[in-house]
């Protein structure tokens, strides 16, 4: 392998398409960037002035095994800016090396580069490093620096080559019209740790490997946030949006079709706003903490208002080892499993202290399938503005403590015998209960207002106290 830090020369002097410097330690490795690309070219590539297109198919993200190795933390970049204000176009830049990036830009440089094709090659050698700190990345700021790219096409080809990547306190990229694909595990679309910022408008991802999440933050937290892009992810342990940190989207569009669709671990969060997301396997939204050090332990919180969201198998939402805020407003919801929420243990956590604490508000929401609680877990569910539930809770009285919460406009339509630690209704009549003749039982300690009597239901179905 040549050795390409050696080789390389001051920028100064190079035929660029559009350049701007202040005083100069810009570095490029040793001839290999093609500065005749024309915009025509890039447009050939898979880059527009609307949302651009990637060759198609997808993959996405997962928390990275115990033991990932950190040994090598920082690589050398094809391009590297240290420091400098640089405005590039028109550029064809390639990466082959191990641990090389395309773009780097450290020690508060800026960098705008547009109408531009990157592509990348050549495997990380430290998986954690690239996780945490952007090692083999195709375009990377770290603290204090940032980046700005436009009409831009970005192909990575190797292990650990996530696409874009911002890591440590002030480190920003922002991106419009620009297409991502990445094809080989733990090579995510926009990723951001250690307080990094990545904002993009019109971004179409699309990820293949395993753990690559189209959109994704790490250890120490970062922010994401998209707006009118569409992600698509193919790979094992791979949703389109996976959270130890803060991420957003509106009028967006996410497909998982190797994992759930989204992901929260730790106190972190996910805010969507008019945006359709979907996923294949396991779960619609997972939360959960896994206590691998990439994310504080605190309350996971997911908000969704507007859009759609699917969940092809197992529950809409699941929750394990944490505890969970779901706040869901006027979205169109589809689960064929017939399984609506869950919270119990699983392999993450100690024994016996894993299970799930789950608040879960639907407002102007049509909601259907199960609510299920193991023994170590709790559910509080509130249905406000006219949402309407249809299935059962807690149908094998399995639950440490399950509380469901109706205002006056919202009713539960019951499809199986349940059984509820408390039961709130702002209907005193109880006519917002459809039982369809079946029981109901609550706890008649917590429910002071029901006098411990036995109520018959619209339906022929009965409401019966239980002292647990």
């Known amino acids: 392998m040549r050795n390409k830090r050696i080789a390389s020369k001051v920028i100064?002097?190079?035929?660029?398409?559009?350049?701007?410097?202040?005083?100069?330690?810009?570095?490029?490795?040793?001839?290999?960037?093609n500065r005749s690309l024309t915009t025509s070219t890039i447009l050939d590539a898979g880059v527009s002035s609307?949302?651009?297109?990637?060759?198609?198919?997808?993959?996405?993200?997962?928390?990275?095994?115990?033991?990932?190795?950190?040994?090598v933390t920082s690589g050398?970049?094809?391009?590297?800016?240290?420091?400098?204000?640089?405005?590039?176009?028109?550029?064809?830049?390639?990466?082959?090396?191990?641990?090389?990036?395309?773009?780097?830009?450290?020690?508060?440089?800026?960098?705008?580069?547009?109408?531009?094709?990157?592509?990348?090659?050549?495997?990380?050698?430290?998986?954690?490093?690239?996780?945490?700190?952007?090692?083999?990345?195709?375009?990377?700021?770290?603290?204090?620096?940032?980046?700005?790219?436009?009409?831009?096409?970005?192909?990575?080809?190797a292990s650990g080559a996530n696409a874009l990547f911002a890591t440590g306190e002030g480190a920003y990229i922002e991106v419009s019209n620009v297409a991502i694909k990445t094809t080989k595990d733990s090579s995510r679309g926009l990723d951001a740790t250690l307080g990094g910022t990545v904002i993009g408008k019109n971004v179409n991802i699309s990820t293949e490997g395993a753990h690559c999440g189209g959109l994704a933050t790490d250890r120490g937290g970062g922010t994401v946030s998209v707006s009118n892009s569409s992600v698509s992810t193919a790979g094992e342990g791979s949703p389109g949006i996976y959270s130890t940190g803060a991420i957003?989207?509106?009028?967006?569009?996410?497909?998982?079709?190797?994992?759930?669709?989204?992901?929260?671990?730790?106190?972190?969060?996910?805010?969507?706003?008019?945006?359709?997301?979907?996923?294949?396997?396991?779960?619609?939204?997972m939360i959960y903490q896994s206590f691998s050090g990439d994310a504080e332990v605190g309350k996971g919180t997911f908000t969704m208002t507007g859009g759609s969201l699917k969940a092809a198998v197992g529950p809409l939402f699941y929750s394990t080892n944490t505890d969970a805020v779901i706040d869901i407003k006027d979205v169109a919801l589809e689960n064929p499993s017939g399984k609506l929420l869950i919270a119990s243990a699983d392999r993450w956590g100690t024994?016996?202290?894993?299970?799930?604490?789950?608040?879960?508000t639907a407002d102007s929401e049509q909601l259907k399938g199960d609510i299920t609680c193991d023994s170590?877990?709790?559910?509080?569910?509130?249905?406000?503005n006219g949402t309407t539930l249809k299935g059962s809770i807690n149908a094998d009285?399995?639950?440490?403590?399950?509380?469901?919460?109706?205002?006056?406009?919202?009713?539960?339509?019951?499809?199986?015998?349940?059984?509820?630690?408390?039961?709130?209704?702002?209907?005193?009549?109880?006519t917002n209960i459809k039982d369809n003749g079946n029981t109901i039982y609550y706890d008649s300690s917590a429910n002071s207002w029901l006098n411990g009597k036995t109520y018959t239901l619209t339906d022929g179905g009965s409401l019966i106290p239980i002292n647990n």
């Not at 050398?76 to 028109?90: F, I, K, M, R």
């Not at 059984?419 to 209704?425: E, F, G, I, Q, R």
């Open 76 to 157: 050398p970049a094809e391009y590297l800016l240290s420091g400098q204000t640089v405005t590039l176009a028109n550029q064809q830049i390639s990466a082959t090396d191990i641990n090389e990036s395309i773009v780097k830009v450290t020690d508060g440089g800026n960098l705008t580069l547009t109408n531009s094709k990157l592509t990348k090659t050549g495997d990380s050698s430290a998986d954690g490093s690239s996780n945490f700190y952007g090692l083999n990345a195709g375009v990377l700021a770290t603290a204090g620096s940032k980046i700005t790219l436009k009409d831009t096409y970005i192909n990575t080809s």
């Open 248 to 285: 957003s989207a509106t009028n967006s569009s996410f497909k998982a079709t190797g994992s759930e669709a989204a992901a929260i671990e730790g106190r972190n969060s996910i805010t969507l706003t008019n945006c359709s997301l979907s996923g294949d396997l396991k779960h619609g939204v």
């Open 376 to 384: 170590i877990s709790t559910i509080i569910a509130t249905l406000k």
């Open 351 to 360: 024994t016996g202290l894993n299970g799930a604490n789950i608040d879960f």
């Open 50 to 71: 609307g949302v651009p297109t990637p060759p198609p198919d997808g993959g996405g993200t997962n928390p990275p095994p115990d033991g990932e190795d950190t040994s």
């Open 397 to 430: 009285n399995t639950a440490k403590s399950v509380v469901l919460s109706l205002d006056s406009t919202s009713s539960w339509n019951v499809t199986g015998t349940s059984y509820l630690a408390k039961l709130t209704d702002s209907d005193t009549t109880l």
């Open 12 to 33: 100064t002097g190079l035929m660029l398409a559009s350049m701007t410097i202040s005083t100069s330690s810009v570095v490029y490795a040793a001839d290999t960037v």
